[in-house]
């Protein structure tokens, strides 16, 4: 089975501070993505990573930024939090074909800017 | 750009009652197209998929969706739910060309009354 961890499922942060969220999988997928999902928005695409070392700015990058050193790991970096940053944060998985491919999902960590 | 649109934001059913979501997308190429799952508590997981064939996908728990071509959509179903069908219900877009990026929609909650 595919499995995707995300290091906290509860965060708390003040603003400003720097927040890292970070995201491990283990079937060695190539593409991995960062999400977040609000009430009545669904999730919506921060960044996403093909490979180690390269990332694609999503649908909402602003006041994000991500890190990929290792197949394995994505991180999510939140420069200096904003309280408007108080979400599910989601992060996912896939192979790099682009048919039959499916996104493996994390249990997600629900982040609260104060 | 990109669309999904599910126009149910929440609806509620007696258990045994028929279920059927809409969800409309806007790409005119080919495309993947999924429905996810989540339950409370719990993360995103995927519930069916389609890529090519059959336009009538079957997927866990007793749901099935079609995909009409003609008309954008891709309408989940199941005939009869039950109280542990309470989620809420996300479908999702991907191009098979170019980026392996899903597009979701806000998302459906389901609420079965037992």
């Known amino acids: 089975d595919v499995k995707v961890t995300q290091s906290s499922r509860y965060l708390v942060k003040r603003t400003g501070e720097k927040v890292f969220l970070e995201c491990v999988q283990d079937?060695?997928?190539?593409?991995m993505f960062w999400y977040r999902q609000d009430p009545g928005l669904g999730l919506r695409l921060i960044y996403f990573s093909y490979d180690v070392k390269m990332k694609e700015k999503g649908d909402i990058p602003e006041g994000y930024s991500v890190s990929r050193e290792k197949k394995e790991r994505f991180s999510l970096i939140l420069e200096s939090a904003s309280t408007n940053q108080t979400s599910m944060y989601l992060c996912a998985s896939s192979l790099p074909t682009a048919v039959n491919n499916e996104q493996f999902f994390g249990p997600g960590t629900r982040l609260t800017v104060l | 750009a990109q669309s999904v649109s599910q126009h149910n934001h929440h609806v509620i059913l007696s258990e045994a009652a028929s279920l059927e979501l809409g969800c409309n997308y806007s790409y005119g190429g080919t495309v993947n197209l999924f429905w996810y799952v989540q339950y409370p508590g719990q993360h995103l997981q995927l519930l069916l998929k389609?890529?090519?064939?059959?336009?009538l996908v079957k997927g866990i728990k007793g749901f099935e969706a079609e995909f009409i071509k003609s008309k954008f959509s891709f309408n989940l179903r199941k005939p009869s739910v039950q109280w542990s069908d309470t989620a809420e219900y996300f479908c999702?877009?991907?191009?098979?060309?170019?980026?392996?990026?899903?597009?979701f929609g806000t998302g459906t909650r389901l609420t079965v009354i037992p």
């Open positions: 389609y890529f090519s064939g059959d336009p």
């Open positions: 999702a877009v991907m191009r098979q060309t170019g980026a392996n990026n899903l597009f």
């Open positions: 079937m060695d997928h190539e593409n």
